[in-house]
């Protein structure tokens, strides 16, 4: 049996906000963008501990195509999505979340 999903509240924007941009630099690029989302997330809740550590217990579920990862937490009860975020950003953003 998977664990489902829970989002961190800002994740939805964090993932709105880069569509957006990525979709205003060519059209249907947002769409590939959130394609690739989804089959990691889909990768993720296939098997949890198939991305390593960033820190501590937190993994990252790395996009092939774009310069972004999934960060998350393995909870007994669910697995708890904390950020998507660009990796060139500074990672205290989404650090001080867990």
Same mark, same amino acid.
Do not use: C
């Given at each position: ?32 963008? &959130?394609?690739?989302?989804?089959? /990691? @997330?889909?990768?993720?809740? *296939?098997?949890?501990?198939?991305? #390593? ?7 990252e579920g790395l996009l092939p195509r774009f310069p972004y990862a999934?960060?998350?937490?393995? &909870?007994?009860?669910?697995?708890? /999505? @904390?950020?998507?975020?660009? *990796?060139?950003?500074?990672?205290? #953003? ?5």
């Amino acid at each position: 049996m998977s664990l489902p999903l829970d989002f961190h509240p800002s994740v939805r924007d964090e993932i709105d906000d880069a569509h957006d941009w990525y979709e205003q630099r060519r059209s249907g690029l947002g769409r590939d963008f &959130l394609d690739e989302i989804q089959a /990691v @997330l889909t990768k993720i809740i *296939a098997n949890p501990a198939r991305f #390593g550590f960033a820190d501590a217990d937190i993994r990252e579920g790395l996009l092939p195509r774009f310069p972004y990862a999934i960060y998350y937490r393995v &909870l007994s009860d669910r697995i708890r /999505v @904390l950020a998507v975020y660009h *990796a060139s950003r500074d990672p205290s #953003g989404w650090q001080s979340r867990a």
